[in-house]
T-cell receptor, first 116, second 118 residues
């Protein structure tokens, strides 16, 4: 079974600075997908960024980028030029590509606060 | 707006009541999910439906009864709940397996239904 680990429960960043959120996972599969979701106080789960494991190039979405290290099974999220609206809980998630296991496996999440 | 709509957004019910949560997706997906999120607990997968068939029940108590009449609608019927069942219930949808190509493999969430059991 796959597991996703987010070992930092909380992080804080100064507005306009850069912050990196860590995520590691464990799997025996070679083909899968990785996601970062953001959950603001409204509790809506919003997709931030996604990565296909077979692609070596790191995904980027505006101020958000990932550092995907497949051999190390690491998938960190970097937020550049942090904004007050980035304050939220962030979840790392894994989805298998093979078999009938179509569900997302989530980490426990990390609470990010942004200091003005 | 993610294309997944949940109603009601807030529900307060007594322990002897029977109520239902509804989820509807407008994304053409064929898999739907119920997740539970309690305070200070990680997201818990409850049920998975693929092509209207339940493929996963994550040891959920029988007081929660899911129903998936078609690929676009998912219900969670609630009866004789306990106060510890108070939580945010999130519905989600996706393609069962989209093959390679990230769009088909992304899971989209509704805004959630806040449930309080009194």
């Amino acid at each position: 079974a796959q597991t996703v680990t987010q070992s930092q429960p909380e992080m804080s960043v100064q507005e306009a600075e850069t912050v990196t959120l860590s995520c590691t996972y464990d799997t025996s599969e070679s083909d899968y997908y990785l996601f970062w979701y953001k959950q603001p106080p409204s509790r809506q789960m919003i997709l931030v960024i996604r990565q296909e494991a077979y692609k070596q190039q790191n995904a980027t979405e505006n101020r958000f980028s990932v550092n995907f290290q497949k051999a190390a099974k690491s998938f960190s999220l970097k937020i550049s030029d942090s904004q007050l609206g980035d304050a939220a809980m962030y979840f790392c998630a894994y989805r298998s590509l093979t078999g009938a296991n179509s569900k997302l496996t989530f980490g426990k999440g990390i609470t990010l606060s942004v200091r003005p | 707006e993610t294309g997944v709509t949940q109603t009601p957004r807030h529900l307060v019910m007594g322990m002897t009541n029977k109520k239902s949560l509804k989820c509807e997706q407008h994304l053409g997906h064929n898999a739907m999910y119920w997740y539970k999120q309690s305070a200070k607990k990680p997201l818990e997968l409850m049920f998975v439906y693929n092509f209207k068939e339940q493929t996963e029940n994550n040891s959920v108590p029988s007081r929660f009864s899911p129903e998936c009449p078609n690929s676009s609608h998912l219900f969670l019927h609630l009866h004789t709940l306990q106060p510890e069942d108070s939580a945010l219930y999130l519905c989600a949808s996706s393609q069962v397996q989209g093959g390679r190509g990230i769009g088909g493999n992304t899971i989209y969430f509704g805004e959630g239904s806040w449930l309080t059991v009194v």
